[in-house]
């Protein structure tokens, strides 16, 4: 059986995978690659911002300030819109241009943000623009290769980091996650696949804005880490209309209080039951009074919720999840059940009760710094 | 019961090809043959460790100009775990990199003259000493990752401006580790195409760069070194033309970031025949940004000669100008 192998691995010269095949592999996937970024340069633009000052601490990870360098955004559609990472804002600058592959150069307005994505719709007034080709969703797979490109570094052409896509759902389903290195360099940037579809935006998430609403550049602490993230091309598309008609997006909450404990399954070592232990209800339940819109809306300590939008939600990851597809201000169908009745109510989100808090001294860097 | 499969091993290690390299694993055992691991003293909160290139047969290592080589004794450590007492033969301090020579013969070495000049997207070989991980005997570190583009460094170190300004190889891979300095950015072909760089701070970006001083810089300063020239700093730029000669004044109040308003432009001057005008919003100089009122300044002492084509902002317009840089003005 083992000579056998060899024998195979003999044929192709290469035991371990560091033989002339290895070789050609790497030099072919260079060259693909090389090819690929060439095609996908045209939508992708360089952004310039003129003042405005460092941000107010709580916006950043502690100990972070913003460089001055340009930033990076795609084009989106063909009359001048444009996506990018509200992170590229934070010093709130006056003057934003944008300039494009083809040299021409434009006066961009921020039209709007979407605070839990770190996302930013700019507009210019320009036609015929070539906007990104999009992947759809149920096409990635995890493990597939990807590149994240940026005009961070103000070279004449975008720098690029190559890596893969290490998960498919993060950050309650908006975002990838990718090893290719996200940083200030590309953040507003896109992550592209090989056939030159962008993949998602890159912006910075996790670290201490990964539930909590975290300051715009909460997640910048884990920049160049192997762990970057970028929002789903579905995602940007799905939140598009509410960015282009100038409203700011926050994350929605459904106004009462619900309970968070997930089920837990198996049976315990000790005799006494762990304190979370919840036996599978099918939702989630409402553990107290209703308030505002929810209220209005008829929602009862007692309820449990179903589903959100037919969204089922039997656990409460699955209900923020649902609910993370939705901005402060839509309106929702929720699915109750109220003893043996089940109802429909539309409820109004309302914007996240709890307020952004200062983010706790970064994590520590995974690798350290020479000082 | 193992004697077939050894055999059959053993015919295909005598079978691989020495040289030039085709499989990886003959290109990286060369590559790791020619960076060394450098110790010297450790001041302050400087390290006492770095990694080093060997470029000549007899002895010359190109290593990162850190204070490690005030130590009375630096060591070079080979692969194969030989130590060589160091002495410093040449510092560059704009490139913060510095020849070391040991006594030795026969040494394998990256030939300076192989230039590498791998391209944005190509694959590129590290190996460096990050964390002094690799002790005696051991060879350094090898990463692969890719070549992430090219552009000029605009960095500090300690709230210092980094004295280089030149181009350098940006890469993906974790470089700026502690230790990996002074080691070895080589192409698919295990052509040296840069040394890794002492660690920097964007100014761009406010992150840890990882870079490579380029192959060019590097042989230039070892042509300097064994030539016995100095090394110099950037030498000043003579008689260039400043936004003051061109007839602009800006509108300069003061703070980190200055806004470059246009505020006047003199009468009769190259930028009023250019079409410059008070209010102007100078957005880039020869399409390098600009974001305050010093960079103007700064590009027009760096530029070679030339007309000048400045970006600005007009009220909700960017409009392009060229400006005419006569000599005397």
Redesign the interface.
């Known amino acids: 059986m083992m000579l056998a192998r060899l024998l195979v691995l003999f044929h192709f010269g290469d035991l371990v995978g560091v033989g002339p095949d290895r070789m050609a592999e790497m030099r072919q996937m260079a060259a693909v690659w090389k090819a690929t970024v060439a095609e996908c340069e045209p939508w992708i633009v360089r952004i310039d911002t003129v003042g405005g000052a460092q941000p107010e601490p709580g916006a950043l990870a502690a100990g972070f300030r913003l460089g001055d360098g340009p930033t990076t955004g795609v084009i989106w559609t063909a009359d001048g819109y444009i996506y990018t990472s509200n992170f590229n804002f934070l010093k709130t600058p006056p003057i934003i241009t944008v300039h494009l592959h083809d040299d021409r150069a434009f006066v961009a307005r921020l039209v709007a943000q979407d605070v839990p994505a770190h996302t930013a719709l700019l507009k210019i007034d320009a036609e015929g623009l070539p906007p990104a080709p999009r992947t759809p969703r149920s096409a990635l797979r995890a493990g597939q290769s990807t590149c994240a490109l940026g005009f961070g570094h103000a070279g004449k052409a975008p720098t690029l980091s190559i890596g893969i896509v290490s998960a498919i759902s993060r950050i309650d389903g908006i975002a990838l996650q990718t090893d290719a290195r996200i940083s200030p360099a590309n953040y507003g940037g896109p992550l592209i696949d090989l056939q030159g579809r962008m993949i998602g935006l890159c912006v910075p998430l996790g670290g201490t804005g990964m539930h909590t609403a975290g300051g715009a550049g909460a997640g910048v602490e884990w920049y160049d880490s192997g762990v970057g993230f970028a929002v789903h091309c579905e995602y940007l598309e799905a939140r598009f209309e509410a960015l282009k008609s100038g409203r700011t997006l926050q994350r929605g909450d459904i106004g009462a209080p619900l309970d968070a404990r997930e089920p837990v399954f198996g049976s315990p070592a000790t005799a006494s039951a762990p304190a979370d232990a919840l036996p599978a209800d099918g939702g989630v339940r409402v553990i107290g009074p209703p308030e505002g819109a929810a209220a209005a809306a008829g929602l009862a300590e007692g309820d449990v919720i179903l589903s959100v939008n037919d969204i089922p939600t039997p656990r409460f990851t699955a209900l923020r999840k649902a609910v993370a597809r939705f901005s402060a201000g839509d309106e929702v169908t929720l699915t109750i059940r109220r003893g043996s009745e089940e109802r429909r109510l539309t409820v109004t989100l309302e914007p996240e009760s709890t307020p952004a808090t200062a983010p706790a001294a970064a994590e520590s860097r995974p690798a350290a710094r020479e000082e | 019961m193992l004697f077939?499969?050894l055999c059959?091993?053993a015919?295909?290690i005598a079978m691989q090809p020495a040289d030039p390299p085709?499989?990886?694993?003959a290109?990286?055992q060369g590559v790791q043959g020619r960076v060394v691991k450098v110790h010297g003293g450790r001041i302050g909160?400087e390290?006492g460790f770095a990694s080093g290139v060997i470029v000549s047969a007899d002895g010359e290592v190109i290593t990162v100009l850190s204070s490690l080589l005030e130590s009375q004794s630096i060591r070079v450590v080979l692969a194969d775990g030989r130590r060589f007492v160091a002495r410093v033969k040449a510092r560059d301090p704009r490139l913060r990199l510095a020849l070391l020579a040991i006594d030795a013969q026969d040494l394998p070495y990256f030939d300076l003259q192989g230039r590498a000049a791998p391209?944005?997207?190509?694959?590129l070989i590290a190996a460096a000493n990050?964390?002094k991980v690799a002790e005696g005997p051991e060879p350094v570190s090898i990463m692969l990752?890719?070549m992430?583009?090219?552009?000029?460094l605009?960095g500090r170190r300690?709230a210092q401006d980094f004295p280089y300004d030149g181009e350098v190889l940006?890469t993906?891979m974790?470089v700026?580790?502690?230790?990996c300095?002074g080691g070895a950015i080589t192409d698919?072909d295990g052509r040296l195409a840069g040394v890794i760089g002492?660690?920097a701070l964007?100014?761009?970006?406010?992150?840890?760069l990882?870079y490579a001083i380029p192959i060019d810089e590097v042989a230039a300063f070892v042509e300097r070194a064994r030539s016995g020239a100095t090394a110099e700093i950037h030498a000043a730029a003579e008689q260039a033309p400043s936004a003051m000669s061109l007839g602009i004044r800006l509108f300069d109040v003061g703070g980190r970031?200055r806004?470059a308003y246009v505020e006047r432009v003199r009468p009769g001057s190259s930028a009023e025949h250019g079409g410059l005008r008070a209010d102007d919003?100078i957005?880039?100089v020869d399409?390098r940004?600009v974001?305050?009122c010093g960079d103007v300044d700064r590009i027009l002492a760096e530029r070679s000669p030339g007309p000048l084509r400045l970006?600005v902002?007009r009220g909700?317009?960017?409009v392009s100008l060229t400006i005419a840089v006569v000599d005397s003005q």
């Open positions: 077939p499969p059959l091993i015919c295909i085709e499989s990886l694993d290109l990286l909160r390290l391209q944005r997207g190509d694959w990050p964390f990752g890719t992430s583009g090219r552009v000029e605009s300690r940006l993906d974790l700026n580790t502690p230790g300095a698919l002492q660690a964007s100014n761009l970006t406010n992150t840890w990882n970031i806004p919003l957005l880039a399409e940004p974001t305050s970006t902002k909700e317009q960017v």
